[in-house]
Nanobody, 118 residues
Framework: QVQLVESGGGLVQSGGSLRLSCVTSGSIFEIYYMGWYRQASGEQRELVAGITSGGNTNYADSVKGRFTISRDNAKNTVWLQMNSLKPEDTALYYC????????????WGQGTQVTVSS
């Protein structure tokens, strides 16, 4: 069983930055593909960024050049650095873990709220 705990959300002005963290426990972190998803009010959950155990990354077009996903297998942690934030980035952000790269995994965190004011 895998447990995921996110942190780092908050309220920030447009153009600002936030760094989200996701700490995992309960399994072998390095075997998992890790993803950050977000869900805005009234919208479907969408993939923001993902990273393989070897460090290969993928991003949604809407965040390319602004967000960076990274991980440290020794610390069982994955981060999402978010720069140049826009009001449309406002959402509940979730950490996700799975076995298959670029596929939604079975394990989710509880979510952390990101609110960007204009």
């Amino acid at each position: 069983q895998v447990q995921l705990v996110e942190s780092g959300g908050g309220l920030v002005q447009s153009g600002g930055s936030l760094r989200l963290s996701c700490v995992t426990s309960g399994s072998i972190f390095e075997i998992y593909y890790m993803g950050w998803y977000r869900q805005a009010s009234g919208e479907q959950r969408e993939l923001v960024a993902g990273i393989t155990s070897g460090g290969n990354t993928n991003y949604a077009d809407s965040v390319k050049g602004r967000f960076t996903i990274s991980r440290d297998n020794a610390k069982n942690t994955v981060w999402l650095q978010m720069n140049s934030l826009k009001p449309e980035d406002t959402a509940l952000y979730y950490c996700n873990a799975g076995i298959i790269p670029r596929r939604t995994g079975d394990y989710w965190g509880q979510g952390t709220q990101v609110t960007v004011s204009s």
